[in-house]
């Protein structure tokens, strides 16, 4: 019998043989078990980010819905209706200096700017490339502005989309005319059967993108690119001036 | 008490563990999500295996051909139970391998003559564990690919598998060569399998009990 059938040597070995794999077996449960739970308390930390910021998200919606109803109010009192003041007063005085036509008219202008404001015309019938081209032409007097329009589909984009696409447009606008200092904006658009792509940069001062802005605008960026399921792109430095990369891919879910 | 009557007690110990779980588990079924209806098969097949091995021995005094068949039926369950955890991120494969192993234990029944004790081997039983702590390794190279999510409910249970498979693969890897041993020394190592098993029963009541009281019907 050779010295390795020896009952005891076998005994021995088939015994230190067992410790090692049942070590290795426990280890490898342990540090599966740990590595598992490490992943599902990283997901919980991840989903509470998530939660958080949607809760931030909204908080802005809702405060760029208070903005949106104290510019509006602000626009129908001092505007508005200090014209038609001026008008009840001058009918009721019978003073003839004033133009009461003239303000009337005013009045009407003020009126239909405040309601396309709120609700573009002609929303379904026009295109977003004309749509654009509309609210940069006021631009040009006081900026260089580089439009540069490509179209490769005559694909009708729906009204909600265009609605969303728009107000993103005009609050990069506003940001840009309040905040940015630049001289030049440009605007690309591309449309195509699979998605929208539109960038649009300015040579201003720009910011840090990694310190969270305080003002709502760009969380108001956010939220309406989410509603549109697209993806936004945002890069901003003082030297380059800030770009936006907004790109909404077809069917929307 | 004398030494082979706590013996005797201790070789109850599974029946009265696996008993446990039946019961257990048979109150809670229809609460049962699907792998935990398997636990429950395969703790009933284990207690129905024990009885018939005691009725075995003592009407022939050989029991040796429920090793391999209990080999077979724990194969079908367990693989059964990895299917369902895995859902549909297991391998093409699956089925076939777990086809082709379950016929080779077939084989191992038929060709070994259970009956004869002499010429008995344990390798269909140590083919279905090496199976079975495969699919527990696969299981969790499936989780660390965060291919399948998984609760802690069932990762504890996919640990305790590997753990106990492993035991009880090597325990029964090793009888094979322990021909010439004193039975003392046989008998101290298959002690270890005799504790061994009813913890795993008791583990495995303790899942379908948390599942059947959490699950709704």
Known sequence: MAQWQDSETLVLWITIVFLIVLLLGVAIVVFIQMHVKR?????????AEKIKHQKELLDSSVKVQERERERIASDLHDELIGKLNIILLASASQ??????????????????????????PLLEETSLAEWIRDMVLPLKEFYTVILTITEESSLLISKDVKLQLIRIIQEVINNCIKHAKATQMAFTLRETKKYIALKITDNGVGFKTIEKPEGLGLRNIELRMQLLNGTYKLTSSKEDGTSLVLLVKFPIA | MEINVWLELLLLLPTVTSFIGVIIGGIFFNKLNDYCKYIYFYLVAAFITDLASRYLDIIINNNLILVSAFGFIELLIFSMIYYKLLSKTHHWSFKPVIAVLLLLIIVDIIFVKPLDIQSFNSYGRVLDGLTIILLSLYFYWKVLKKDVIVKV?????????????????????????????????????????IIATPIFYIFLTFQLWLNGKIQKP
């Open chain 1, 39 to 47: 992943m599902i308390i990283a997901q919980e930390k991840l989903s």
């Open chain 2, 153 to 193: 409910e069932i990762l504890r249970f996919n640990g305790v598998v590997l753990l106990f498979f492993l035991v009880n693969t090597l325990l029964f890897l090793t009888t094979n060569f322990l021909v010439n041993t004193p039975y003392n020394v046989v008998f101290s190592i298959l002690l270890i399998n």
């Open chain 1, 95 to 120: 003073r003839t200096e004033v133009d009461t036509k003239k303000m009337l008219q005013d009045s009407i202008d003020i009126a239909r700017r405040i309601s396309h404001d709120l609700s573009p």
